[in-house]
């Protein structure tokens, strides 16, 4: 099993959007005779991405006191703002995103779920590393 706190440097947008085909494999598994049909309900949670604004300025990366500093008043007022903000790719501007209510799910159909977050885990780590070494 791999730490999902640990994969530090997996892209959250990326992960977002191959986690997004989860819930249609889980279904389509089901459907297949793979494992066992579960119930399936969802809720609404606050994207960790954008902690529920809906758009952010991650794209800008770190702004140390040096950069800021460097900065005109009126570019510092408008960073404030949010005039620099990107829409969320996570939760796509909206501030929250669902989350599958894992309790309900049998234990069979929780496995198949956990199995497959930890491939995509793992596959979007391996795709940071290699765009870290320039791949």
Known sequence: MIDYDGIQYASECDLNNALAGVVENLVQAMKDGEIAPSKIEFSWAICDYCSGNGGHSRHLGVISPERWDDWSDDAREDYMSGRYDTSCE??????????????LLSPEALAYLYEMRENIYEGAAERAAERRWGC
Do not use: P
């Not at 996570?90 to 309790?103: H, L, M, P, Q, T």
């Open 90 to 103: 996570a939760c796509r501007g909206s501030g929250k995103v669902r989350e599958i209510n894992e309790g």
